[in-house]
């Protein structure tokens, strides 16, 4: 076989392989949908306890971005955890004018690891008006 011919093969293989990768490649997730898929998971896998409203607070991150978080405490296994919750995509789910300090709610948490936690969720309420 010609020297050229088996380089040009070379090539023309790594070509298909680079454009098929380049196809096929997954783009990566946001953050948005990250979030989104923790919530689902502790929607399916997550245990239920007691715990409490702390406060609601709106955070600005530039001129035009605003997050909405959901401050909140509860105990497992005697221990304390606080922890807050972006509801900015969920604010259609819950009243944020309800929420107010000292509104008891059930929070939802990975058994493995307690500080993963949400009070709400696209199939899921914790929040008791």
């Given at each position: 076989m010609n020297p050229f011919r088996?380089?040009?093969?070379?090539?023309?293989?790594?070509?298909?392989?680079?454009a098929a990768y380049l196809l096929l490649r997954r783009k990566p997730k946001g953050l948005e949908e990250l979030e989104r898929?923790?919530?689902?998971?502790?929607?399916?896998?997550g245990r239920i306890t007691d715990g409490t409203v702390i406060d609601v607070q709106e955070v600005q991150h530039g001129k035009q971005e605003s997050s909405t978080l959901l401050i909140f405490q509860?105990?497992?296994?005697g221990v304390s955890y606080e922890a807050s919750q972006d509801v900015t995509y969920l604010r259609?789910?819950?009243?944020?004018?309800?929420?107010?300090?000292?509104?008891?709610?059930?929070v939802r948490y990975?058994?493995?690891?307690?500080?993963?936690s949400i009070v709400?969720?696209?199939?899921w309420m914790g929040l008791r008006q």
């Open positions: 088996l380089y040009a093969l070379i090539l023309g293989g790594s070509g298909a392989i680079l898929e923790r919530r689902q998971w502790l929607d399916r896998v509860y105990d497992v296994a259609h789910f819950i009243n944020l004018h309800s929420c107010r300090l000292g509104l008891p709610t059930s990975d058994p493995q690891n307690p500080g993963n709400v969720s696209e199939r």
